[in-house]
């Protein structure tokens, strides 16, 4: 079973970046479909982008324009680029396979302040 581990977490200011690593176990992983999620506190957890095995993308609304996905399967990771941060990104991010949830893994916080 594919397990995931994410971090690069940590405080900002608004308007600060991060970049966020998910590292992947599995042979498959350079042929799956691997999306970011976070879950903010009282919220349920949304997916706001992915990445597929030939490298399209897709960022929701509520992110587009400021963050960038994209993966090194020699690395087997999935890292999302995070700028123009603002204080509703603040949440627990995760990574998981697209399509098929596996389990899920510790997540990394992301704090952001005003």
């Known amino acids: 079973q594919v397990q995931f581990a994410e971090s690069g977490g940590g405080s900002v200011q608004a308007g600060g970046s991060l970049r966020l690593s998910c590292a992947a176990s599995?042979?498959?992983?350079?042929?799956?479909?691997i999306a970011w999620y976070r879950q903010a506190p009282g919220l349920q957890r949304e997916m706001i982008a992915y990445?597929?095995?030939?490298?399209?993308?897709y960022l929701s609304d509520s992110v587009k324009g400021r963050f960038a996905i994209d993966r090194d399967n020699a690395k087997n990771t999935v890292y999302l680029q995070m700028s123009s941060l603002k204080v509703e990104d603040a949440a627990v991010y995760y990574c998981?396979?697209?399509?098929?949830?596996?389990?899920w893994g510790r997540g990394t916080l992301v704090t952001v302040s005003s």
């Open positions: 599995g042979s498959t992983f350079s042929r799956d479909d």
């Open positions: 998981n396979d697209l399509h098929r949830i596996t389990a």
């Open positions: 990445i597929t095995s030939r490298g399209s993308t």
